[in-house]
Nanobody, 126 residues
């Protein structure tokens, strides 16, 4: 199970900090990622980190976001800076199962992911 935590109402210009807590299984071998979905839009991949700790960021948000994982705590953190009202969306933590002993590479297609949190709705005020 994946669960997202963080402040749900954020001031424009400020940072967004989200944490994902994984439970029920050891996610250290899986690739982890953060997605978001705004009303009327497709789910959009933002950042992903593989089991070796290598990170990738979507071009649309690169330079504004960071992702980090703590395998000992089974957590994945996400930070987005310079928030704008158009960043208002549901934010999801997700995991892509390892193929064998580890998961490598990046995917920004939601269909490639196997486990999803329920999401947390973030509202950015201007």
């Amino acid at each position: 199970q994946l669960a997202e935590f963080g402040e749900v109402s954020v001031q424009g210009g400020g940072p967004l900090r989200l944490s994902c807590v994984a439970s029920g299984s050891n996610y250290s071998r899986h690739c982890m990622a953060w997605f978001r979905q705004a009303p009327g839009k497709e789910r959009e991949g933002l950042a992903t980190i593989d089991s070796a700790g290598i990170k990738w960021y979507a071009p649309s948000v690169k330079g504004r976001v960071s992702i980090a994982r703590d395998n000992a705590k089974n957590t994945v953190d996400f930070i987005m800076n310079g928030l704008k009202p158009e960043d208002t969306a549901m934010y999801y933590c997700t995991a892509r199962r390892a193929s064998g002993a580890y998961c490598a590479g990046y995917r920004f297609d939601a269909q490639d992911y196997d486990y999803w949190g329920k999401g947390t709705h973030i509202t950015v005020s201007s």
